[in-house]
């Protein structure tokens, strides 16, 4: 990021810090001149990302799932400029085969963890800051297998406008990704470039996304003082292919 950027000197808190996309941005924020506070349910991967930013940051142990953890953060965090959530706890199977609790995780991840975590923390927002979530392109593009992932995608969609509304100032957005280059395919093996090539033949872009491109979106979202209850769609157009 430029040398200009609004992150100078803000307090960043990103939820997921320890994922992939979680990891991108909160290196992203460190090196453009903000303090990151680390929050996610493992400590050990939370540590690891502390350990390759450049500057400050603190790590706080969190459970989406459960609403003590979320209010037990709000003590120790203090003020705060803006929130980051990438969280995603993915229930994928078929339908006869979900499992309920699965489903329920699903949801903490995506619709009930971004609502509490709005509940308990919106009062130590500063005037001009926000909240980002991570949406996903499933919720406009269901398929086979994908019913709960495409279900908290576009519940977390609606969830952004009724929030922006209802805590404005605060801004709320949402940042929905296509299929992403963060290292989640890895487990394709082989297999992979294959897959990520057939994903840029089809989308319009005719490209597949970096995590760079997803840094910038939440970027964007945090910077802009006249997006609020917005999804930014960063797939390529995938979601139209």
Excluded: C
Excluded at 35 to 44: E, I, S
Excluded at 204 to 213: C, L, N, T, W, Y
């Amino acid at each position: 990021m430029s040398d200009d950027t609004p992150l100078q000197g803000q307090r960043l808190v990103v939820v997921g810090a320890g994922s992939h996309t979680g990891r991108a941005i909160a290196k992203a924020a460190s090196a453009a001149g903000a303090t990151v506070v680390l929050a996610g349910p493992d400590p050990r991967k939370l540590e690891w990302t502390a350990g390759e930013l450049s500057g400050p940051s603190e790590v706080h142990a969190l459970d989406l799932s459960d609403e003590r953890s979320i209010a037990g953060l709000a003590g120790p965090l203090g003020r705060f400029d803006h929130l980051v959530s990438t969280a995603a706890m993915p229930a994928n199977g078929p339908l006869r085969d979900l499992d309920a609790a699965d489903v329920r995780r699903a949801f903490s991840a995506k619709v009930i963890g971004p609502l509490l975590l709005a509940k308990h923390l919106a009062g130590q927002v500063s005037e001009h800051g926000s909240f980002t979530f991570f949406s996903g392109v499933a919720a406009w593009r269901p398929a086979p297998a994908r019913t709960v992932m495409a279900t908290t995608n576009g519940a977390l969609a609606f969830l952004v406008q009724a929030l922006a509304v209802e805590i404005a100032p605060i801004r709320v957005n949402a940042v929905s990704p296509g299929i992403v280059d963060t290292g989640a395919w890895d487990g394709l093996g082989a297999d992979k470039e294959a897959f990520l090539r057939g994903v840029a033949e089809r989308n319009p872009a005719r490209r597949v996304g970096s995590q760079e491109d997803l840094v910038k979106a939440v970027f964007y979202a945090i910077d802009n003082p006249y997006v609020t209850g917005t999804v930014l769609h960063v797939d390529g157009g995938g979601r139209l292919a």
